[in-house]
């Protein structure tokens, strides 16, 4: 399996407009996870998803943000409309099982800038 | 509110010693605590775990303990290698099933 992909790998855009990142699991993976990376804040969990139903999103900082899983080998991360304090790095991971035991698989994260 | 700390932003180390990361937690709900390397340009990558029944879990070169009454775990790095020159992220899990990370810990290993 090629692991988790995430496209972009890079996105700069400028406040206000509206990004969409991508994510595709590891096929078989039931559960799926978007995190965000900041230097003051580390690696925080926003939102997953079980068997493509969100299951938390409390991390999820306000409604600009919004996350689907349309299908087991989908999901896309919106922010809309964007700011600069949203930059930050990106990352998809995925699951076999159990959320908090079992390893998770990170892609290779989407670098965003909002300027 | 952080549940999981990583005090060290960053730690220096000479090839062939040890090197101790540090992580503290505050919820005593967790049983499950692992740890992660990141790389740059690179998602992290799970490196070892500990069950809460447990006080030590070793793997190779590194091993990870666990002190449940302080809420202080550690990572031991020996000996440490170049190569291990990366991010090292502390996370904690239980009941609540989703994994809670720290804000890292950068090491560098001098050669």
């Known amino acids: 399996d090629a692991g988790v992909i995430q496209s972009p790998r890079h996105e700069v855009t400028e406040m206000g407009q509206e990004v969409t990142l991508r994510c595709k699991p590891i096929?078989?993976?039931?559960?799926l996870f978007w995190y965000r990376q900041t230097m003051m804040r580390g690696l925080e969990l926003l939102i997953y998803f079980n068997n493509n139903v969100p299951i938390d999103d409390s991390g999820m900082p306000e409604d600009r943000f919004s996350a689907k899983m349309p299908n087991a080998s989908f999901s896309t991360l919106k922010i809309q409309p964007s700011e600069p304090r949203d930059s930050a790095v990106y990352f998809c991971?995925?699951?076999?099982?159990?959320?908090?035991?079992?390893?998770?698989?990170f892609g290779p994260g989407t670098r965003l800038t909002v300027l | 509110d952080q549940q999981v700390k990583q005090n060290s932003p960053s730690l220096s180390v000479q090839e062939g010693r040890i090197s101790i990361l540090n992580c503290d937690y505050t919820?005593?709900?967790?049983?499950?605590f692992l740890w992660y390397k990141k790389y740059p340009a690179e998602g992290p990558t799970f490196l070892i775990s500990i069950s809460s029944i447990k006080d030590k879990n070793e793997d190779g070169r590194f091993t990870v303990f666990l002190n449940k009454s302080a809420k202080h775990l550690s990572l031991h790095i020996v000996p440490s290698q170049p190569g291990d020159s990366a991010v090292y992220f502390c996370a904690a899990g239980g009941s609540g099933n989703k994994l809670v990370f720290g804000a890292g810990t950068i090491l560098r290993v001098k050669s």
């Open positions: 919820n005593s709900m967790f049983d499950y």
């Open positions: 991971a995925s699951s076999l099982r159990r959320v908090s035991t079992d390893t998770q698989y």
């Open positions: 096929s078989g993976h039931d559960y």
